[in-house]
């Protein structure tokens, strides 16, 4: 979707505001998907790394750093969250409470990273 929507805007030069954002979100969630060769994620990692680019956490992140906000949101996840990884691991899904769990987490992380912003 991302890549037709972004095909499209290529005609059009006004934008609204809607389809603007949804480019740049898309933008970072091509760019999150990037994973290095022999160096694939665990499936929680990819779980916390998906969330927080649906979730709007990478909205204000620039693109180029998003693969660098991920590596050190995922490495502070397991230093001081390390709770929060074995319960994504041990139940296998997202319920109310992990889904809270983990928007606090990110929030918090993102209140000391200002590099990011």
Do not use: C
């Not at 059009?12 to 994620?41: H, I, N, W």
């Not at 041990?90 to 918090?108: G, N, P, R």
Request: charged share 25%.
């Amino acid at each position: 979707q991302y890549r037709e929507l972004a095909a499209f805007s290529q005609f059009g030069s006004e934008l609204d505001d809607a389809t603007r954002a949804q480019l740049a979100r898309g933008a970072r969630m091509v760019e999150l998907l990037k994973q290095g060769q022999y160096v694939p994620l665990s499936i929680e990692d990819q779980v916390i790394s998906i969330f927080a680019g649906v979730n709007g956490f990478l909205d204000d992140v620039p693109v180029e750093k998003v693969l660098s906000f991920i590596h050190d949101l995922l490495r502070w996840i397991d230093d001081q969250q390390a709770p929060l990884k074995a319960k994504l691991s041990k139940e296998k899904q997202l319920d109310d409470a992990a889904t809270a769990e983990m928007k606090q987490a990110i929030t918090t992380f993102k209140s000391t990273q200002a590099q990011f912003v």
